[in-house]
């Protein structure tokens, strides 16, 4: 059952949206938990967050709802669906006879609508529970054109203009979401490593979006990094340098606006028992991650065995290299909202700063070692990817010393677990979206799995 027409439209809808969770899957019911009318006339705005079950799982999600009777041939990909509307009733009463129908749109594609997020954040508008607000002394320009990027895999992105972007969180959760709390916190205390919000919409103690700083001619990192791989003498090794500093920096500025602590000496055992039991789910997905389960665990027990203290504190939490962008004043680092499919508090608390310092390590490896699978029959591109991995790797772990006082070594224990549980995760979400590129960590699982064993 869903909620009248509109919900059995989005029923339809939702599953082939690539920013919904288990894409492609039916959707049981849909419910609407708000309603809000946030532009009326032709076109209508409406904001809506449902709750959509699927299996025995209920999510709820933000969507922003076009209507018009007439919609436009630049925004027929936008489409939801038609359905029966009377203006002077209940919006999703369903009257067949009604005198009037409404083409149901998806509203982001609309720039005439998201205009209307943007002058809300520059007024500070309230609508019912949902509220529009402007960061102090942030300076927004409502009358800029807007344009909507492709689809993410979990939000939807509006740049308006040359000057700001807003991420539309298509998933919300209650309570601090750190893609706001840690930028706002760090630029209001002066740092330059964050895109600074520029304000935020909310309803209910909920984000629903985020007008943050855009950097028109910036490049992120994944794409310099392909751009470098595809030269005759790749050579990646000094911006790598420089974004370890960078990260370093960030984890110090992370640790000075909220703190740090030591993972207590059972902390450690639990750590590594949570590793253990991610594998375990992990070979359930993955046949061939059984092969290395024994020799994976070896690796996660002896951070159950480390003497040394082990420094927890806020992190990123999912840093690669399409999170950083290259700018003409240094690295700026994006999208500090983690696995969005975590709870809001996981996500939010404190771990080892080298769980970052490992993500990074393996976007090195995943840059160099897709371009392989691109080109098979390269025999050379095999010995070049391992090289410049190698030395990306080596570079960014002196730069992240050289700014953080300690470089951390491949050798580390906990290093090492981090990045074997990273590439586990990446095998699970290969097998899943992309089996094509399934061998891409099996090979890095393999060959960190043999050099423990050397």
């Known amino acids: 059952m869903s ?25 049981r019911d849909v419910a609407i938990h708000s309603d809000v009318v946030l532009a009326a006339g032709d076109p209508e705005l409406r904001h809506l967050l449902v709750d959509v079950t699927v299996g025995n799982q209920t999510v709820r999600y933000q969507v922003l709802l076009g209507l018009t009777p007439d919609l436009p041939g630049e925004l027929a990909e936008a489409t939801i669906g038609t359905f029966p509307y009377d203006p002077d009733g209940p919006h999703d009463h369903d009257e067949p006879d009604g005198p009037d129908s409404r083409v149901a749109y998806d509203g982001t594609m609309d720039p005439r609508l998201t205009m209307v997020l943007l002058q809300g954040i520059a007024s500070g508008r309230h609508a019912g529970p949902v509220s529009f607000v402007p960061e102090a002394g942030a300076v927004i320009d409502a009358d800029v054109t807007p344009r909507t990027l492709p689809a993410l895999q979990s939000n939807t992105a509006v740049v308006f203009g040359d000057q700001a972007i807003m991420k539309l969180l298509r998933r919300p959760f209650e309570g601090h979401h750190p893609d706001l709390e840690i930028p706002a916190t760090l630029a209001r205390a002066g740092s330059r490593l964050v895109a600074e919000p520029l304000g935020w ?39 790598a340098r420089t974004l370890g500093q960078a990260t370093a920096r960030l984890h110090g500025e992370l640790a000075d606006a909220f703190g740090a602590s030591t993972l207590p000496e059972a902390g450690r055992a639990d750590l590594a028992a949570n590793m253990l039991a ?57 999208d500090f909202e983690g696995e969005p499919s975590v709870p809001l508090a996981r996500r939010r608390a404190f771990a080892p700063a080298l769980r970052d310092v490992a993500g990074m390590l393996r976007s090195f490896d995943y840059a160099a070692r897709h371009q392989e699978l691109e080109q098979p029959n390269n025999q050379q591109l095999p010995a070049i990817a391992a090289e410049w991995v190698s030395a990306c790797q080596d570079s960014f772990r002196a730069g992240y010393g050289e700014a953080g006082g300690e470089e951390p070594q491949s050798s580390d224990p906990l290093l090492r677990a981090l990045t074997l549980q990273k590439a586990v995760y990446e095998a699970v979400y290969e097998a899943r979206h992309r089996p094509s590129w399934l061998r891409i960590p099996l090979n890095a699982i393999a060959e960190a799995v043999d050099e423990g064993d050397r």
């Not at 009248?4 to 809808?13: F, N, S, T, V």
């Not at 359930?284 to 092969?291: F, N, Q, R, S, Y």
């Open 3 to 27: 909620d009248g027409p509109i919900g059995e439209l989005l029923a339809a809808w939702l599953p082939t949206r690539r920013w919904f969770a288990g894409s492609g899957a039916t959707v």
């Open 201 to 239: 919409i909310e309803a209910d103690e909920t984000i629903l979006a985020i007008l943050s700083r855009y950097f028109p001619h910036a490049t992120d990192a994944w794409k310099l990094a392909i751009a470098d791989l595809r030269t005759d003498a790749p050579d990646f090794s000094g911006q």
């Open 278 to 334: 991610e594998l375990d789910a992990a070979t359930k997905v993955v046949a061939e991650l059984a092969g290395y389960r024994d020799a994976i665990a070896a690796r996660y027990a002896e951070l159950a065995e480390l003497t040394r203290p082990i420094p927890i504190q806020r992190i990123h939490g999912d840093y690669h290299l399409e999170q950083v962008l290259g700018t003409d004043d240094g690295w700026v680092i994006l």
